[in-house]
C-alpha cells in the first residue's frame, strides 16, 4: 500500500488539489494530512476539506511561527517530526510511504516508478552541499522493505545551539534533510538512492507528462512573490489536472 503524508501550512485549497492529482497519477493510495498551519482559521479550513474528501488530518503540536524571524525551516521540522513518527510506529515494511510538501503534484504515472525500480531505498530529489548529500523532504518515497533501521534516519537541517548554528558534518551547513547524511552515509551499502530530479519540473517551467513530479515552488509565498504569479501557478496545475 502506498501512503501519502502531505505537510499543510497556509494554503487549504492545495489539499483537493494534491487528491486530485494523486486520483489521476497513483491507483491505491491512502492520503494523510499533516496540518502545520499557525493561523486557526486557516487550519480549520484544512481539516473541512479533509472530512468533506476522507482525508485523515493530524495536527501538529509546538508549533513554530517562522513568520516572526523567517526560519521557515524550523517550522518544517515541526511537521516533518509528525511524519517520521508515523513512518516509525504505524507502518510495516510492505509499504510504500511518501513524505511531500504540500505544493508537490503528481504530473504522470507514481505506480509505474516504483513498481519498476524495486530495488530502490527512497526516491527524492538529491541535495548535495560539498561531500554531504541528503534527502529532500518537500519529496521522500520511502520503500520501506529497503530501508534498514530506518527508525534512525533525521530530517533535521543545521541546528542552533546555544546561539550558534551547528554543521551537520566538517563545516558543512544545510537546509532541511541535511542530518538524513548520516543514515545514508551508515547504510550506503544497503540504501540506494534514486534522484527523481529529470522527471521533476517546477516553478514556471512545462508541465507535461513526460516528468511525474510538480512541484509548484514556493506555495505558501515565503518570499512574498505576487499573488498574480502564484495565481497563474495554480491555474496551470488546475487546468493540467482536469
Known sequence: MIYIYSIQYNKPEFVELQKRSFDKFCNEYKFIVIDNSIDHSIGE?????????????????????????????????????VFLERLNHHHTEKDIVILLDHDVFLISNLDELIDSNPE???FTVKQEREHVYYLWPGLSIFNLRNCPNIQEIS?????????????IDKGVFTDVGG??????????????????????????????????????????QWSKYSD???TDKFNKILKFLE
Open 179 to 220: 542530518h538524513s547524511y548520516h543514515y545514508l552515509k551508515k547504510y550506503e551499502d544497503q540504501v540506494k538512492l534514486f534522484d527523481v530530479f529529470p522527471i521533476f519540473t517546477q516553478d514556471t517551467s512545462e508541465i507535461s507528462e513526460k516528468h511525474i513530479f510538480y512541484h509548484f515552488h514556493d506555495g505558501s
Open 228 to 230: 498574480e504569479v502564484w
Open 45 to 81: 479550513e484544512i481539516r473541512k476539506i479533509c472530512e468533506k474528501n476522507n482525508i485523515k488530518v493530524i495536527s501538529t503540536i509546538n508549533k513554530f511561527d517562522s513568520r516572526k524571524n523567517g526560519l521557515h525551516g524550523l517550522s518544517h521540522e515541526v511537521g516533518i517530526k
Open 120 to 122: 530502490i531505498s527512497i
Open 155 to 167: 530530517l533535521d537541517g543545521a541546528k542552533i545551539v546555544n546561539g550558534s548554528w551547528v554543521p
